[in-house]
């Protein structure tokens, strides 16, 4: 669950080999030096492979210009595979650079734009114990800024420090 608030910003150039990273949009420190591969790789998931085998679609429904496809686990079951993943793909945001699977966006001429993650209940060999039913969410999407005039405030007070 998000609290209005928390969330981080990570701060980079296109291109760039480091951004920085603030606690908050009222932070006014110089924000932490990071490696931006790094960094999207452990916090973003940027390296996270949502390809899947070619024989577990299961479904795949048509809602309007969108698409929304269910795989099931025709392998072992074990604590790092999904049960069930659910892809949806749009027309709509394809016009934005971050992608979950380049692969599968050019496969389908659409963007992947949100995956689910979804584990039944069951005994882990690993850890010992049962691990609960759970879900993963992984989202792009376009939100509606409010504060447009303090996130720009907040971007032009650190410009000359985010130029490399």
């Not at 420190?29 to 949502?50: M, T």
């Not at 993943?85 to 992947?112: G, H, Q, V």
């Amino acid at each position: 669950m998000e609290i209005l608030g928390t969330e981080t910003l990570f701060i980079y150039r296109k291109k760039s080999t480091h951004g920085f990273l603030f606690n908050s949009l009222t932070d006014s420190s110089e924000g932490l030096k990071l490696p931006v591969d790094s960094f999207l790789n452990n916090r973003a998931y940027a390296n996270a492979s949502f390809d899947v085998p070619a024989d577990s679609l299961y479904r795949k429904i048509k809602n309007g210009d969108d698409i929304v496809e269910k795989y099931f686990t025709q392998a072992l079951h074990n604590d790092n595979y999904p049960d069930s993943m659910y892809y949806y793909f749009t027309n709509t945001l394809k016009n934005i650079d971050y992608s979950f699977s380049r692969k599968l966006d050019s496969a389908k001429s659409m963007k992947l734009y949100k995956v689910r993650l979804l584990y039944n209940e069951g005994f882990s060999p690993s850890y010992k114990i049962t691990l609960p039913k759970r879900e993963f969410l992984f989202e792009i999407k376009e939100e509606a800024i409010d504060n447009s005039k303090e996130i720009i405030n907040f971007f032009e007070r650190f410009e000359s420090q985010i130029k490399e």
